[in-house]
């Protein structure tokens, strides 16, 4: 021992002391992080290297019932690079040239940058960007969008609705359906290197992503197209302020077409008011006029109080009820039931209303739906309006028989006037017929949902009778249609503007079915405002739902039906030609021959084209009267036939 350690032996026990106790703690550090903590430290050192990056689920698509798509997902992909990692820039420059028609020098540069991440190609559609998706590149970056399109523009636009930048659902099935529809994004996880460089992991360390399923719609595509087409062309004719309309099939509630004026186009909502996205059908109240006289008829023959041809003094058109002077339109003396609503008199309605009592009224009005939403399963439906009798007027009773005092939407007169053509049972509104992952699985046959029992079939049959009259020779003449029979019953309804009902501005209505026997279809048309002059449901929205039934059958066989006995004398004089239903003429076709169209709707003439295996060029609509080849003569493919159509007059 020097005396040199000896002096200092103290203070070198001392740092010897630290040092060993520091060690101790560094050795005890080393052991609580590999054994003890070693599974909460390799957790954190993985979450702070690895990023989690989102897979895009495919949102689901929305379909008309025939399989056909409202809407598509335009899938892009942005690919970038991280230089600093990257590999066989080279092959990966000539293999980005083959695939964008680039120059390789060009991604070579990009490639030679010095930063982390380069973008080479944005918003690439998918077919253009295949060859490179696949590659597995270390230092490659895919990125995967996807945006939302509608094909068909405005066709349905209300209904389907539309989705935001991030594809959420905004309004319509979009936003009805958003949690079916958007899927479950996958997952995709991203390492970090100590060089804060992005690796990608392997594909077998992802989550896949769970597309969204499709919403099959009950809309008939063509229906749809017709309606829509004939409320612009009302529109034009009666400078409406809005025109909205639904057609059911009365037998399952499926709504077949629901339609509006002004509409909007879902890819650039932002183009148009947000008023114009409103599913008008659904959301707008009105008073229905006239159209609601079936409520209190239905009811006193429900009742069995009267007949259709018990007799009613209507005052010769001019009556005085309670405080309110009525009049009607079309003024007679003494009507029975039937013609009350054929011709539709106010005075004979409030008569049979008054005696139906406030409580029947009340009753029945309930049972037909009003009052109450349709539960078709969209939101911010209307449950139009109809108050307790305890919150009636003196005049209420009358008033609510007219149509007044009562609001309604127009699906819910569409679900009214179905109970009514189908014998008496009030559906619930069908919009969705159900989902599907697969889009070409259609959807399982759905019985229709029976809320209730409004009357007895009996009834409604004779309701249907005498609504066919009204098409027949009163105030729904204009919606008459050769050859066919059209059940019906107008409105013309006065707004309520301010504190009284205006004199210039109404609400003319038309509810129609057909064929009146045992009608397939139910249209209801409501028109705001139009012009003043041509501001009656018999003016106004009568032809409308005419032209709409002449469009539908000239493309239906479903609902042919053989012309009147005078039409045939006159088919007679002026052609020998006998006219074949469609259903036979097509069973009579045979490949490589010109088959004998006369007569045939539109889509049973494309139907026999395409069997024979002949191109044929459509003029005008309605049924065949001329075709350029004539029938029996040996075609081929390259043949092209002019078919000229013609509908009734």
């Known amino acids: 021992m020097t005396r040199l350690y000896a002096q200092h032996r103290n203070r070198v026990a001392l740092v010897n002391g630290l040092f060993g106790i520091a060690l101790l703690i560094v050795l005890g550090k080393l052991f609580a992080i590999q054994l003890i903590h070693h599974d909460e430290y390799r957790l954190q050192a993985v979450s702070q290297s690895t990023e989690i990056a989102p897979i895009p689920a495919e949102r689901g698509h929305i379909l008309a019932r025939n399989g056909e798509s409202l809407t598509t997902n335009i899938i892009n992909y942005s690919i970038a690079v991280d230089p600093?990692?990257?590999?066989?820039?080279?092959?990966?420059?000539?293999?980005?040239?083959?695939t964008f028609n680039r120059p390789a020098a060009d991604y070579l540069s990009l490639m030679?940058?010095?930063?982390?991440?380069?973008?080479?190609?944005?918003?690439?559609?998918?077919?253009?960007?295949?060859?490179?998706?696949?590659?597995?590149?270390?230092?490659?970056?895919?990125?995967?969008?996807?945006?939302?399109?509608?094909?068909?523009n405005e066709l349905a636009a209300p209904l389907v609705g539309f989705t935001d930048v991030d594809g959420l659902g905004i309004s319509g099935i979009e936003l009805e359906f958003d949690q079916q529809l958007k899927g479950v994004d996958g997952e995709k996880p991203l390492k970090r290197n100590a060089k804060n460089q992005v690796l990608p992991l392997p594909k077998g360390t992802w989550t896949l992503p769970v597309n969204g399923q499709n919403v099959i719609l009950t809309i008939n595509l063509d229906y749809q197209s017709i309606v829509q087409e004939e409320l612009l062309n009302a529109q034009k004719r009666l400078s409406a302020v809005l025109l909205h309309a639904v057609l059911m099939d009365p037998n399952s509630g499926d709504v077949l077409a629901i339609a509006q004026y002004p509409n909007f186009d879902p890819n650039n909502p932002a183009a148009s008011p947000a008023e114009n996205r409103r599913l008008l059908a659904l959301t707008d109240m009105y008073e229905p006029g006239s159209t609601l006289k079936v409520v209190p008829v239905a009811a006193v023959l429900e009742e069995g109080l009267y007949s259709p041809t018990d007799l009613f003094d209507c005052e010769g058109g001019e009556f005085v009820y309670r405080n309110l002077v009525i009049r009607d339109t079309h003024p007679a003396g003494i009507q029975s039931l039937a013609d009350i609503i054929v011709y539709s008199s106010n005075i004979g309605i409030i008569k049979i209303a008054e005696e139906l009592g406030s409580a029947l009224l009340y009753k029945y009005s309930t049972r037909f739906g009003l009052g109450a939403r349709t539960g078709a399963g969209l939101q911010g439906e209307s449950p139009g309006l109809l108050r307790e009798p305890s919150r009636w007027s003196s005049v209420s009773t009358g008033e609510i028989a007219m149509g007044q005092e009562v609001g309604v939407t127009t699906l819910q007169l569409a679900q009214l006037y179905s109970a009514i053509a189908n014998g008496g049972l009030l559906l619930r509104p069908r919009l969705v017929l159900g989902t599907?992952?697969?889009?070409?699985?259609?959807?399982?046959?759905?019985?229709?949902?029976?809320i209730r029992r409004v009357a007895s079939s009996h009834t409604m049959a004779e309701l249907r009778e005498i609504l066919y009259h009204t098409v027949e020779q009163g105030t729904g003449l204009n919606a008459r249609l050769?050859?066919?029979?059209?059940?019906?019953?107008?409105?013309?309804?006065?707004?309520?503007?301010?504190?009284?009902?205006?004199?210039?501005?109404?609400?003319?209505?038309?509810?129609?079915?057909?064929?009146?026997?045992k009608p397939k279809l139910v249209c209801v048309i409501a028109i705001d405002s139009p012009v003043y002059g041509l501001h009656f449901g018999s003016e106004a929205a009568a032809p409308v739902?005419?032209?709409?039934?002449?469009?539908?059958?000239?493309?239906?066989?479903?609902?042919y039906a053989p012309p009147r006995q005078e039409q045939l004398l006159a088919t007679a004089i002026a052609s020998s030609?006998?006219?074949?239903?469609?259903?036979?003429q097509e069973s009579l076709v045979r490949p490589g021959i010109m088959p004998n169209m006369q007569g045939a709707s539109l889509r049973s003439a494309i139907n026999m084209a395409h069997t024979a295996g002949v191109n044929i060029q459509v003029q005008g609509s309605g049924r065949?009267?001329?075709?350029?080849?004539?029938?029996?003569?040996?075609?081929?493919?390259?043949?092209?036939?002019?078919?000229?159509?013609?509908?009734?007059?």
């Not at 699985?441 to 029976?450: A, F, G, S, V, Y």
């Not at 739902?545 to 479903?558: A, M, P, S, T, Y």
Request: proline share 5%; aromatic share 8%.
């Open 84 to 98: 600093q990692v990257l590999t066989e820039k080279d092959s990966l420059a000539v293999i980005f040239e083959r």
């Open 112 to 152: 030679n940058k010095d930063r982390s991440f380069v973008w080479l190609e944005r918003n690439v559609p998918k077919n253009q960007a295949q060859p490179i998706l696949n590659l597995q590149h270390q230092g490659l970056l895919i990125e995967r969008q996807v945006r939302r399109r509608y094909p068909y």
């Open 436 to 450: 599907s992952t697969d889009i070409a699985l259609p959807p399982e046959d759905k019985k229709p949902e029976i």
């Open 482 to 517: 050769a050859g066919y029979k059209i059940a019906g019953k107008t409105g013309t309804a006065q707004k309520f503007v301010g504190d009284k009902y205006s004199e210039k501005e109404f609400m003319p209505t038309f509810a129609a079915m057909i064929p009146a026997e």
């Open 545 to 559: 739902v005419r032209k709409i039934f002449q469009r539908i059958l000239h493309l239906e066989n479903d609902f």
């Open 577 to 584: 030609v006998s006219v074949l239903t469609n259903t036979a």
């Open 624 to 649: 065949v009267i001329n075709q350029s080849i004539e029938a029996g003569r040996k075609v081929d493919e390259s043949a092209l036939c002019i078919v000229t159509l013609e509908g009734e007059s």
